[in-house]
């Protein structure tokens, strides 16, 4: 049986969430690609996408688009778990996260440093996984990927320090080399928390 808390206010088994973050180049959008392809026989698992107020694109992470109109709207129709806004874009975690949490089921989703206090307030069970980055594999990354919001490397790089308030222990998982080898620990995180 997955290891469960009850969360009295809805009498259901409450499940975890696994919230991923990083600075940018840290790797997190190739490494949940990675846990998707190795846990998608796991039914209890969700990989969640964002939604965001930016157009999909190759350049960026697979998420979903609102335009501002209709995210705000979804919003006041309380469509999202939590929200939160960064670089000039609104990002929502969907409300359809937390049912499957409040279910006793798992999510990993692709976090936001910065938001680490409204995922603590959305979810009652967050595990945190940070990925750490030597700054020169950081650099390279940024570099090679020739995005136009990683113009200002110097500024990148030193997000790679920036730590935001919360209150969940952090877990510092290294992503240095092959996504394989950060998403096996992973894998053994999830594993502690949610059996097959």
Known sequence: MPDQTTDHTTDHPTGTVFVIVGPSGSGKDTLINWL???LQDR???QFVRRIVTRPSDKGHEDHDTMELAQFL???EAGA???TWQAHDLHY???ASAKDHVDQGGLAILNGARRALGQL???FARLQIIHLDVDPAILAGRLT???RNSDTNLSARLAQQKLYFQAKTPIIHVPNNGPAAEAGRQIVKL???RHHR
Do not use: C, D
């Open 36 to 38: 998707r392809a190795e």
């Open 43 to 45: 039914k209890e698992i």
């Open 73 to 75: 709207s979804a919003k």
């Open 80 to 82: 999202f778990a939590t």
């Open 92 to 94: 929502a975690i969907p």
């Open 120 to 122: 603590e307030a959305a």
């Open 144 to 146: 090679n990927r020739g």
């Open 190 to 192: 999830i594993e502690q």
